[in-house]
């Protein structure tokens, strides 16, 4: 079994159905570590020590947050910024990420075709997660493709909360079928391997 690091982080959370179904969600996933991260630190004091052991007491650390002008709210990026530090996370006998996993779990106000050369965004959503990405390649650890909810401000959210609880089970089990894995996931294109019991 993998150790999950589930990590919420939105500033109006009250405001988001989505987002919060989602936290609900994993609350009910047995064996998954959920923090949210603007509760603990409300004023950016992030504890670096404290942030850095979760990080290697876990196998995988999936980030859930709103999509803001194309990155992550504010406190996602501080939070990466101070924990991933030269030293730990990279650069010389930085290699302490070496092997485990990163994900996002993203909520995007616009519909799915607007992430296209022909939407309104013009780039595919991978293109706008390419900092995370290469992060993840420079701490040496595997970017798995992230679970999205597209078009969240109208989305019921039931769907999506319901799906993400599956992913948690999935990667918790390693159950989650990487190799058929598309770009993108969303509730209803989770790759699970045949005789998944979630």
Same mark, same amino acid.
């Given at each position: 079994m993998a150790k999950v690091l589930h990590i919420f982080a939105h500033p109006g959370r009250g405001s988001s159905r989505i987002n919060m179904a989602q936290w609900s969600a994993a609350q009910a996933v047995d064996g998954i570590t959920s923090l949210d991260l603007y509760a603990i630190y409300p004023r950016y004091d992030i504890d670096i020590e404290v942030e850095q052991? %979760? *990080?290697l007491d876990h196998d995988l650390v999936l980030l859930q947050f709103p999509l803001f002008w194309y990155s992550a709210p504010a406190l996602v990026k501080e939070w990466i910024d101070l924990t991933f530090e030269h030293? /730990? #996370?990279y650069g010389h006998d930085g290699d302490r990420l070496k092997g485990k996993s990163l994900m996002l #779990?993203?909520?995007a106000g616009g519909p799915q075709d607007a992430y296209n050369p022909?939407?309104?965004q013009h780039f595919p959503l991978r293109t706008f997660l390419t900092p995370f990405e290469q992060t993840a390649r420079l701490c040496q650890?595997? /970017?798995l493709p992230p679970y999205v909810q597209y078009g969240a401000l109208r989305a019921d959210p039931a769907p999506h909360a319901k799906g993400f609880a599956t992913l948690l089970k999935a990667l918790r089990d390693d %159950?989650?079928? *990487?190799p %058929?894995?598309?770009e993108v996931l969303t509730h209803d294109t989770l790759p699970l391997i045949e005789g998944d019991p979630t």
């Amino acid at each position: 079994m993998a150790k999950v690091l589930h990590i919420f982080a939105h500033p109006g959370r009250g405001s988001s159905r989505i987002n919060m179904a989602q936290w609900s969600a994993a609350q009910a996933v047995d064996g998954i570590t959920s923090l949210d991260l603007y509760a603990i630190y409300p004023r950016y004091d992030i504890d670096i020590e404290v942030e850095q052991q %979760r *990080l290697l007491d876990h196998d995988l650390v999936l980030l859930q947050f709103p999509l803001f002008w194309y990155s992550a709210p504010a406190l996602v990026k501080e939070w990466i910024d101070l924990t991933f530090e030269h030293g /730990f #996370a990279y650069g010389h006998d930085g290699d302490r990420l070496k092997g485990k996993s990163l994900m996002l #779990a993203l909520s995007a106000g616009g519909p799915q075709d607007a992430y296209n050369p022909e939407g309104y965004q013009h780039f595919p959503l991978r293109t706008f997660l390419t900092p995370f990405e290469q992060t993840a390649r420079l701490c040496q650890m595997h /970017f798995l493709p992230p679970y999205v909810q597209y078009g969240a401000l109208r989305a019921d959210p039931a769907p999506h909360a319901k799906g993400f609880a599956t992913l948690l089970k999935a990667l918790r089990d390693d %159950r989650l079928d *990487l190799p %058929r894995a598309p770009e993108v996931l969303t509730h209803d294109t989770l790759p699970l391997i045949e005789g998944d019991p979630t």
